[in-house]
């Protein structure tokens, strides 16, 4: 049985940093495609970052710059590094396998992410 589990989250001010990780136990990462997904107060879930088995990345649009996504496939866990954090970045966030562009796992309890002006 698949567990993932993120970590990391916290409260910071805005122009903080926050390195999010996921480590995934029960099934090997190395050839999926894993995201980073938040969902905030009252609002859906969201996609903002990807990497590909091949490393390859996505970022939402606004987020390019600010977010970085890795992945250490000996370890079997995702990180996702959060520069000059804003607080519309205030969400909970998730990690989870994508497949065709959909979260294939279920959810993990999250890590919460907490920016104050």
């Known amino acids: 049985q698949v567990q993932v589990v993120e970590s990391g989250g916290g409260s910071v001010q805005s122009g903080g940093s926050l390195r999010l990780s996921c480590v995934v136990s029960g099934r090997s990462i190395s050839n999926l495609a894993m995201g980073w997904y938040r969902q905030a107060p009252g609002k859906e879930r969201e996609r903002v970052a990807s990497i590909g088995s091949d490393r390859s990345t996505y970022y939402k649009d606004s987020l390019q710059g600010r977010f970085t996504v890795s992945r250490d496939n000996v370890k079997n866990m995702v990180y996702l590094q959060m520069n000059n954090l804003k607080p519309e970045d205030t969400a909970v966030y998730f990690c989870?396998?994508?497949?065709?562009?959909?979260?294939?796992?279920?959810w993990g309890q999250g890590t919460q992410v907490m920016v104050s002006s």
């Open positions: 989870n396998w994508i497949s065709r562009s959909i979260p294939q796992w279920p």
